[in-house]
C-alpha cells in the first residue's frame, strides 16, 4: 500500500530529475517550500552544495504588514528573492517546485520573481 508521503517523495524526484535531465547543471535551483501559513524559496548552488539567497514570509519586513499563508505573501516573496538574486549576480535560475502543483501560493511566487528579471 502506498502511503501519501510516499507518493510526495516520488513526485518530488521525478520533478527533480527532470530538471537534471535538461541540461542545467550550470544554472542554480529556486526551490519552493510552502507549509500552511508560510511560504519560504531559496537558490541553491547544487555543485558547491549551498544556499546562495534566501527569502520567506517570516522575515521581519514583511511579517509586520500581513500573514504570510497567502498568494500575496507569496508574490512578495517571489520579488524578494528576485532582488537578492539579481544583487549576487544570478539571472538565470532552473524553477523546482517540489511536489506541489505549479498553482496558487507557487504561481505567484513564480511570477513576481519572473517579473523582477529572473529567467527561468
Do not use: P
Not at 537558490?43 to 511579517?63: F, G, M, N, P, W
Not at 516573496?77 to 544583487?87: D, F, L, N, S, Y
Amino acid at each position: 500500500m502506498l502511503y501519501k508521503s510516499s507518493t510526495k517523495e516520488r513526485r518530488k524526484h521525478r520533478v527533480r530529475e527532470k530538471l537534471k535531465n535538461r541540461k542545467n547543471i550550470h544554472r542554480h535551483r529556486l526551490s519552493v517550500f510552502r507549509s500552511d501559513s508560510h511560504i519560504y524559496a531559496q537558490i541553491i548552488d547544487d555543485v558547491a552544495q549551498h544556499t546562495v539567497v534566501s527569502a520567506s514570509s517570516l522575515e521581519k519586513d514583511y511579517r509586520a504588514a500581513s500573514r504570510g499563508g497567502d498568494c500575496k505573501a507569496a508574490y512578495w516573496v517571489g520579488e524578494t528573492i528576485a532582488k537578492r538574486a539579481m544583487e549576487k549576480g544570478l539571472r538565470d535560475v532552473v524553477f523546482d517546485r517540489g511536489y506541489y502543483q505549479f498553482h496558487g501560493r507557487v504561481k505567484s511566487l513564480a511570477d513576481a520573481a519572473r517579473a523582477c528579471g529572473l529567467k527561468f
